[in-house]
């Protein structure tokens, strides 16, 4: 397999308003680069030298060149990182940058630096330094940009930390919005925090953080983050399921009325989910194995799908030939991430899989691979017949 580091990756199963990952250059940016007069230097030669003499606009638009040939080898990726490091550190070496440009710059050598730190010390003590330099800047932008790129590392672990780290760090974020509002940066950090804290077994916190980012949101003056505020609303709902019921309406993918009461009895696995998904299609196969092993004895599933087309639905059911409903919205404007459930629970990324027991109420909120298979005996014993199954 192709190496593809983290900031290559699809990011096919995340909802997100901004791609936060590497060379990502607005077309603001690039449109002040001119078409023509071009530095022609030994980069004509090698597309990975940084070409002597550029100005800003075209050192960005060397950035994105390299972009485009960062390939799938480690060693090509590692290469186009290096240079977009060279190109973003010669752009901060010249006078009189704009600072749309000096910023995508930065953020450009923050993500190379990021990934090349994890395999060379060197690069990790460049980033170090950069963090530094951004924090103690008397441009207050840049010292923003640094304290928030500094929050990151920690919001990583927050999941894993104790409660009152936790706490600190939704503090520290709060401090660090400050009366500027919510812009889309803040909203990206916010909600990486937010789904970090969702990880852990504190799930009120989580919630109540959930909360207050989406009254933030709803205060900020970028209409797409303001937009998002309900699909946040609907994240904290989803995280007070544990012990409680979890409500389901919709229409089958045959067009019938989904009758949820009927399951109550059940345990049965919520899973949201799209046949474009890579780790959604990877846990089909326990998913089946459980059903067979346990279907008898009151296991059951229900499918909520992510796809843009009900064609693109039945081909993979049909496909993997899975036996249990699930639900699409014909509705115009509800597919995809738009599917109402997913925005009643705030769902941003797949596979989501919820399982609720007998009496109705949520159990787990991430019912994948062991898990669920560790929950399905706790809940339903061993299963019956499993040697005949397994002999099969």
């Known amino acids: 397999m192709a190496f593809q580091p983290k900031w290559r990756r699809n990011l096919c199963c995340v909802n997100s308003i901004v791609f936060a990952g590497l060379f990502l250059l607005s077309p603001q940016v690039l449109a002040q680069a001119p078409a023509d007069g071009q530095a022609q230097t030994e980069a004509d030669a090698d597309p990975f030298a940084v070409p002597v ?92 940009l640094g304290k928030m790129e500094a929050f990151k590392s920690k919001v990583a672990s927050a999941g894993r930390a104790p409660e009152k780290d936790q706490k600190a760090l939704i503090n520290e974020f709060k401090t660090m919005i400050g009366d500027d509002g919510l812009d889309r940066e803040g909203f990206m950090l916010g909600s990486t925090l937010a789904r970090s804290l969702s990880t852990s077994a504190n799930t009120e916190l989580a919630a109540s953080f959930y909360d207050e980012l989406g009254r933030m949101m709803l205060k900020s003056s970028d209409e797409m983050v303001k937009s998002r505020a309900e699909n946040t609303f609907g994240a904290a709902r989803r995280m007070r399921l544990m012990g409680n019921e979890m409500e389901i309406t919709g229409t089958t993918t045959t067009g019938e009325a989904f009758d949820w009461a009927s399951y109550r009895g059940k345990t049965v ?124």
């Open 53 to 144: 003499g550029a100005n800003a606009q075209e050192l960005m638009k060397f950035i994105a060149s390299v972009r485009q040939k960062r390939g799938n080898t480690m060693e090509s990726v590692t290469r186009a990182a290096t240079a977009a490091v060279a190109g973003a550190e010669a752009i901060r070496k010249l006078k009189d940058v704009p600072e749309a440009i000096q910023m995508a710059a930065i953020k450009e050598e923050i993500g190379a630096l990021n990934f090349l730190s994890r395999y060379n010390p060197a690069m990790k003590a460049k980033m170090d330094n950069l963090m530094k330099e951004l924090e103690n800047s008397t441009n207050p932008v840049l010292a923003r």
């Open 269 to 392: 696995l919520v899973d949201f989910w799209a046949s474009w998904c890579g780790p959604c299609r990877a846990e089909v196969p326990n998913m089946k194995k459980q059903l067979a092993l346990y279907g008898d004895q009151g296991f059951a599933i229900v499918g909520i799908n992510l796809d843009n087309t009900i064609e693109a639905c039945d081909n993979y059911v049909a496909q993997e030939n899975l036996d249990w409903p699930n639900l699409f919205s014909k509705k115009e404007g509800e597919q995809g991430w738009n599917n109402p459930l997913v925005q009643y629970y705030g769902v941003s990324g797949i596979p989501t899989a919820i399982l609720v027991d007998k009496e109705g109420k949520v159990v787990s909120l991430r019912a994948r691979g062991q898990e669920l298979n560790r929950l399905l005996k706790e809940l339903l014993g061993e299963p019956k017949g499993s040697d005949d199954t397994a002999a099969e």
